[in-house]
């Protein structure tokens, strides 16, 4: 299907069509790397947010001048890309305290690039009604940086024209995801993970004008995907399809996540609030949380068992990215509770790299061959 | 090289007696809480919770050389070999049946367990999990991250105000989980107390300008047991008083940790706990360990009559909750006062606080001081993550270097 290799493109072509973009618009890119980014505010100022990938096919010899071999080796990927001075045209970078080796390499990236424009966002890590509160504190200290950097004033009005915009997104992206429950689902995980990803590559509105085509066609797909042992995809971020296509040659088939790539990107919406910043707040503060929240493994955990049961799910892949301790911790408590319910759990360990995820084939091929003998 | 006397026989005179009253208190059904380091353990002390920092006992178990056991456990159990030492040892310890490996009887088990998000991700992770396993209770105090490296005076008014309400929230949650009201005016004598066994603590630390240097890292990694574990206790102040008064006699008399003293080291996060005696080594090449970030960052002044406005400013600018700015203004500050000519930086396998920005610390310190840095591949507790032969030889090609 055509429609589909235009989101393919937005991540293939991700350095291109930023730049183009900032030409055409004259206006700032901005990189960001947590889920706990605002970007509805980044948005506000007309700004063109994106998320910053890694990739898997290059050396990290940049990088690995600066960092212990110890560090995750997806923070490791991308910082190595903006050494290599592919994220040059960024005019800012933000991040969020979600994540030690977000946090750490946040230090790495303002000493040793050019960014002009750096934030950190102080996201709490409990979720009360005092830190939504701090949170909204911190939302506003973010807006006056970025009308300060960039000489521009942010109204509620353009952040409610945000959060519409976002919105629509979200509401389009779960959309595409019902898609999936169908047997054989009518999108691949690879697919999907495509579509999702390239919505962190361009502007929002674009980005909806591609899944209403998409929505409008995709039912009557003449190539619709092979079906397969139905899997939900859950563990570290996942920033590119090489697992879900090795996955996905061996008999395996993605049809629903629990990733910060997938669900837990879009599944919620900003609801409507006269105080916009207050009402994102709540957003991120209520959203389906990333394990380095509080007590969080509880709602997320459910929240996978109830994707398990709606997407009618056989087996669960826990991808963890080596030195990932967040999701390392939680993965064996996960693992437990879903065996517990007779649902078949593999666990996989693996470096952010092509040559980290060769290995890997073999076991995941092993485990759909053992989902399927089971009557 | 000698030891300093007031640490013959710490471990029997402090540490063990520390577990044993902490295990008297379970029996007699006294409050126990497991705690993390940069939590305000002040607010326990003025409840009479006994605390248990599992960080110390993943140490003992190293020094007693059981932790790789212990963490294999927790890691047959599907906890990886990536994740923090101190974690898997003591989620290894809760899990085993085999209890008497355990040293010290094993922890106590807890009425229930604090934790803060001001040093790692670890913290908040392992503690869930020791709460899911126990049964028992956690409470996030939820930290906010210092963005600046600020130190007490210069904190965002905001953040002292969220820490404060968090310590309010606390207060709260220790009252219903101990069925007693913190009482105001005990707290301030408690805040008074750690406030002095700080000063104390620093006064011991400032003799170590002194060339050649009285006190060296193993014993400065005893002896910060009080200091880190159980601050405000007239036992803590004893044994300080007496440690100063011996350290400041040295200091007076030339007595030297070594003798024949070349190298001045400065020593950043932890040591190989399971390996103690590589100071000894140190020593051996006429190299002796000045400072220990781990001796500073525990400490901060205390102002009674604010208790929770002075525990913000004391916890907030722990380096372990700041960017890496903090880290180097400490090294930086260290290395000018005790005369530093050579700064140690060992990474810890499961630590990404620790171990990412050594770089920056290392390229900073060496443009401001010229002081040179090695970086060490080592860990805390897992002793499989240290290649003893490795080590030494970095170490010896280094000091050959701060020779030139
Ligand atoms: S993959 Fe895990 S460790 Fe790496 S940046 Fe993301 S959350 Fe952090
Ligand atoms: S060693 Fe590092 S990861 Fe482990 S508890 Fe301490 S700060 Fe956290």
Redesign the pocket.
């Known amino acids: 299907m055509q429609i589909l290799q235009s989101f393919k493109n937005l991540l293939h072509r991700k350095h291109i069509i930023a730049k183009t973009w900032k030409n055409q618009n004259k206006r700032p890119v901005v990189g960001w790397n947590s889920t706990y980014t605002p970007e509805e505010i980044i948005s506000a100022i007309n700004a063109l947010p994106i998320r910053i990938l890694g990739s898997m096919d290059t050396t990290t010899t940049l990088a690995d001048a600066y960092l212990p071999r110890n560090a995750c080796s997806f923070a490791r990927s991308t910082f190595d890309h903006a050494l290599k001075g592919d994220y040059n045209y960024l005019d800012g970078f933000v991040t969020s305290n979600s994540c030690d080796n977000f946090g750490k390499t946040y230090d790495l990236w303002r000493h040793y690039t050019q960014i002009p424009y750096f934030h950190f966002i102080n996201t709490p890590h409990t979720n009360t009604p005092k830190s939504s509160e701090f949170l909204y504190y911190e939302l506003i200290r973010f807006k006056e940086s970025l009308e300060k950097h960039f000489k521009t004033t942010i109204t509620n009005k353009t952040l409610q024209t945000a959060i519409k915009t976002y919105n629509e997104n979200r509401t389009f992206l779960k959309q595409v995801y019902n898609l999936r429950r169908k047997d054989p689902p009518l999108l691949s995980g690879v697919e999907a993970l495509e579509i999702v990803l390239s919505s962190m590559l361009t502007t929002k509105q674009a980005h909806n004008k591609l899944l209403k085509q998409l929505l409008s066609e995709v039912t009557t797909r003449p190539d619709p995907p092979k079906p397969g042992v139905r899997l939900l995809i859950t563990g570290s971020i996942m920033d590119t399809p090489d697992l879900l296509n090795i996955t996905e040659t061996v008999g395996g088939i993605a049809v629903t996540d629990d990733l910060c790539t997938g669900t837990r990107y879009f599944w919620n919406l900003v609801e409507a609030n006269k105080d916009p910043l207050e009402a994102i707040a709540k957003r991120y503060i209520n959203k389906i949380p990333s394990p380095f929240m509080h007590d969080s493994h509880r709602e997320r955990f459910n929240h996978i068992k109830q994707l398990i049961k709606d997407y009618d799910v056989e087996a669960v892949i826990i991808f963890l990215l080596k030195f990932c ?1 967040t999701h390392m911790f939680d993965a064996p408590l996960l693992t437990e509770e879903l065996k517990a319910e007779g649902i078949p759990v593999l666990n996989i360990e693996y470096e952010h790299t092509r040559s980290g995820i060769a290995p890997i084939k073999t076991r995941i091929e092993a485990f759909i061959e053992m989902v399927k003998g089971v009557p | 090289m000698t030891r300093l006397q007031t640490l013959e026989g710490f471990y029997q005179n402090h540490i063990q007696p520390y577990y044993q009253n902490a295990h008297n208190a379970e029996r007699d059904g006294k409050p126990i809480a497991y705690v ?2 940069t939590f305000p353990v002040e607010i326990l002390q003025a409840m009479d919770i006994t605390p248990i920092w599992p ?1 110390n006992y993943a140490s003992v178990c190293a020094a007693r050389q059981v932790s790789v056991r212990l963490a294999e456990i927790a890691e047959r159990r599907g906890y990886s070999r990536d994740l ?1 030492s ?2 898997r040892t003591t989620i290894g310890s809760i899990l085993t049946t085999e209890k008497d490996i355990l040293p010290e009887g094993g922890m106590p088990k807890p009425t229930f367990l604090v934790a803060s998000t001001a ?2 991700d ?2 908040l992770k ?1 503690f869930q999990v020791l709460s899911h396993h126990l049964k028992r209770p956690l409470y996030l105090l939820d930290s906010p991250y210092n963005i600046t490296g600020a130190d007490a005076e210069n904190l965002e008014p905001h953040y002292i105000q969220q820490y404060m309400s968090q310590l309010e929230e606390l207060i709260t949650f220790l009252e219903k989980q101990t069925n007693t009201k913190l009482d105001k005016n005990r707290l301030r004598k408690i805040i008074e107390l750690s406030d002095r066994t700080s000063n104390l603590w620093l006064e011991i630390q400032d003799y170590r300008r002194t060339i050649p240097a009285p006190m060296g890292a193993r014993d400065a990694f005893s002896a910060v047991f009080f200091m880190l574990c159980i601050p405000a206790t007239q036992t803590a102040v004893n044994f300080y008083e007496k440690l100063r008064d011996e350290v400041k006699e040295r200091a007076k008399n030339g007595i030297g940790k070594i003798q024949n003293e070349r190298y001045r080291l400065i020593w950043d996060n ?1 040591p190989m706990w399971f390996n103690l005696k590589f100071f000894n080594y140190l020593n051996n090449l006429g190299a002796v360990t000045v400072a220990e970030t781990f001796s500073h960052v525990w400490t901060g002044s205390l102002d009674p009559s604010k208790p929770l406005e002075s525990l913000a400013k004391k916890y907030l600018p722990n380096f ?1 909750n700041c960017s890496v700015e903090r880290r180097i203004n400490l090294i930086l500050n260290l290395a000018k006062d005790f005369h530093a000519n050579g700064i140690i930086l060992p990474t ?1 396998w ?5 171990s990412i920005g050594e770089t920056i610390v290392k390229e900073v310190l060496y443009e401001k001081l010229g002081v040179p840095s090695l970086i060490l591949n080592v860990d ?1 507790s897992d002793w499989r993550n240290y290649n003893e032969a490795q080590v030494k030889n970095q170490i010896e090609t280094f000091i050959e270097t701060l020779n030139a």
């Open positions: 301790d | 993390a380091s960080e923090c101190y974690a040093a790692c670890t913290h392992w932890l372990a810890n499961g630590c990404r606080m620790m805390s």
